[in-house]
Nanobody, 129 residues
Framework: QGQLVESGGGLVQPGGSLRLSCDAS????????IGWFRQAPGKEREGVSC????????DYADSVKGRFTISRDNGKNMVYLQMNRLKPEDTAVYYC??????????????????????WGQGTQVTVSS
């Protein structure tokens, strides 16, 4: 079983940027959808973005479209979330997660917590002046 380790979180001012990384050691990323999720205090975990195994199709929550970009480097077993023009409402713990989906299945990921089975421990992102 692989392990997911997030990094890159921190404190940033509104309008700033952060790049989150997810080290997916032990996973053959070609065979997995990858998702980024977040959970703010007192709120349910929600999908932020995902990228599909089959064709690299991406999906984003409406709240982050145009500001966040997900990417993957299967050769390095790394997944990234570039976050620009950050807002205070982006403050949350951010998690990466995997869902097994062989590329021959041809399925596309969804930003659905229940679809993903393996999770990292999370990294805190705080947007505040």
């Amino acid at each position: 079983q692989g392990q997911l380790v997030e990094s890159g979180g921190g404190l940033v001012q509104p309008g700033g940027s952060l790049r989150l990384s997810c080290d997916a050691s032990g996973f053959t990323l070609d065979y997995y959808h990858i998702g980024w999720f977040r959970q703010a205090p007192g709120k349910e975990r929600e999908g932020v973005s995902c990228i599909s195994s089959s064709d690299g199709t991406t999906d984003y929550a409406d709240s982050v479209k145009g500001r966040f970009t997900i990417s993957r480097d299967n050769g390095k077993n790394m997944v990234y979330l570039q976050m620009n023009r950050l807002k205070p409402e982006d403050t949350a713990v951010y998690y990466c997660a995997t869902e097994f989906s062989h590329p021959l299945y041809g399925t596309r990921c969804r930003n659905n917590v229940g679809d993903f089975g393996s999770w990292g421990q999370g990294t805190q992102v705080t947007v505040s002046s």
